[in-house]
């Protein structure tokens, strides 16, 4: 059994132990934690609580978390040509195919890469062993795996100072006015609906998305797009708020464009990822090209024409 501390900092204090438990990953929903709570497997300073309880600054949750099983088919782990573009004692840099979970959660138990990384990874909870950021199932691109407990460390820190670069390429409705702009607006779970991130939230969390218009499309726009913070759904979220949703996002508003271009997912691709070396210090960066779908998509794209 696998365990979760925190400690309530400005983003908890205030708010009810299961809201702050479902807003974590590793737990997935208010309703999970909901039940960890009332099967005694959550304490606050070493002391069970109800879920309704309001977290003090400082105050340290300890959550017991549910069992994931670790074996999975051969059959359900991802396979895709080529997925690891670098690996060397320390780590690993993947190029993730769209529709592969990168570790177990709500809702996926099983077939995620951390899973098929496992055996050649470390640092961090057992079931996401390596894993130091994500991006989406239905994202597709890199993403670097530790491979030791002193370069899951040193990675993590990176990507606190912001020392990681990463970079997506996303295909939006409309053109933005703005050849380049940041967004710089908070996020966090949607008011309304807890499985969406959005700006209208109670728990609102910095967030900062910088783009630039690499091509302006009669319909559309390709941008090159760049994390400042790495909220979850935060490229998404932030491109849908200032109304240029994410091509074929039928959750953040881009379902029309997607039925237009053939997609079947959201127009975003993780396509450069550069690094300090956590343990050479070298200077790494690796590119990926998009995947045939989405070049595919691009090319219907260039083809529209515009209302006259």
Aim: hydrophobic share 40%.
């Amino acid at each position: 059994m696998s365990r979760l501390e925190l400690t309530a900092g400005p983003d908890e204090t205030g708010g009810r132990l299961d809201g702050v438990l479902g807003a974590r990953r590793e737990v997935g929903s208010r309703a999970a934690a909901q039940r960890l709570i009332e099967a005694g497997r959550v304490t606050v300073d070493g002391r069970r609580r109800q879920k309704g309880h309001r977290l003090a600054a400082g105050e340290q949750v300890a959550v017991e978390l549910e069992e994931v099983p670790a074996e999975a088919s051969a059959t359900e782990l991802p396979t895709a040509p080529h997925a690891v573009v670098f690996e060397d004692d320390h780590l690993i840099v993947v190029d993730k195919p769209a529709g592969v979970v990168v570790h177990p959660g709500h809702g996926r138990k099983h077939g995620t890469l951390a899973q098929a990384l496992a055996d050649r990874t470390a640092g961090g909870a057992p079931e996401r062993a390596g894993i130091v950021h994500r991006i989406d199932r239905d994202t597709s691109g890199l993403l670097v795996v530790a491979k030791s407990e002193r370069a899951h460390a040193a990675l993590s820190a990176a990507l606190l100072r912001r020392a990681v670069r990463r970079e997506y390429l996303a295909l939006v409705e409309g053109i933005p006015d703005a050849r380049t702009a940041t967004i710089d607006a908070p996020v966090g779970r949607d008011r309304a609906d807890r499985t969406l991130v959005s700006t209208a939230t109670d728990r609102p969390r910095s967030a900062r998305t910088h783009f630039e218009v690499r091509e302006a499309l009669a319909l559309s726009a390709l941008l090159e797009v760049s994390l400042e913070t790495g909220r979850t759904h935060q490229i998404r979220t932030h491109l849908a708020a200032i109304g240029y949703p994410v091509c074929g996002d039928a959750r953040y508003g881009g379902s029309a464009s997607g039925r237009r271009l053939g997609l079947g997912r959201q127009f975003l691709h993780a396509a450069r990822l550069a690094l300090e070396h956590p343990v050479t210090e070298e200077r790494l960066a690796f590119g990926s090209p998009l995947p045939a779908d989405l070049t595919a998509a691009l090319e219907r794209a260039r083809g529209e024409r515009g209302s006259t």
